[in-house]
Nanobody
Framework: VQLQASGGGLVQPGGSLRLSCAASGRLSSFNVMGWYRQAPGKERVLVATITSGGSPNYADSVKGRFTISRDNAKNTVFLQMNSLKPEDTAVYYC??????????WGQGTLVTVSS
């Protein structure tokens, strides 16, 4: 299974972007899907996760601004990002974990928040 992330780009502070992560196989193969990000010179950190049952979890830094969702029929996970701040600038990575704890990463998509 491969994960393909897309939707990054340049946006002004206060703007919005929606990231997509398309799985080449069945999304239901993953019990947890998530988004991580890595800012320049920093470690990769968790942004949000969603279980196969649809339960989301968010990092404190994005609560109330970001929304993660999944469409199993389209084998795609989304990250809706609103009220973006310069500190949200990072490469965003899609991640999937199977019930046997196998881990899959997408290739990353760059989000730049700047005026």
């Amino acid at each position: 299974v491969q994960l393909q992330a897309s939707g990054g780009g340049l946006v002004q502070p206060g703007g919005s972007l929606r990231l997509s992560c398309a799985a080449s196989g069945r999304l239901s193969s993953f019990n947890v899907m998530g988004w991580y990000r890595q800012a320049p010179g920093k470690e990769r950190v968790l942004v949000a996760t969603i279980t196969s049952g649809g339960s989301p979890n968010y990092a404190d830094s994005v609560k109330g601004r970001f929304t993660i969702s999944r469409d199993n029929a389209k084998n795609t996970v989304f990250l809706q990002m609103n009220s973006l701040k310069p500190e949200d600038t990072a490469v965003y990575y899609c991640h999937g974990r199977t019930p046997t704890y196998s881990s899959y990463w997408g290739q990353g998509t760059l989000v730049t928040v700047s005026s």
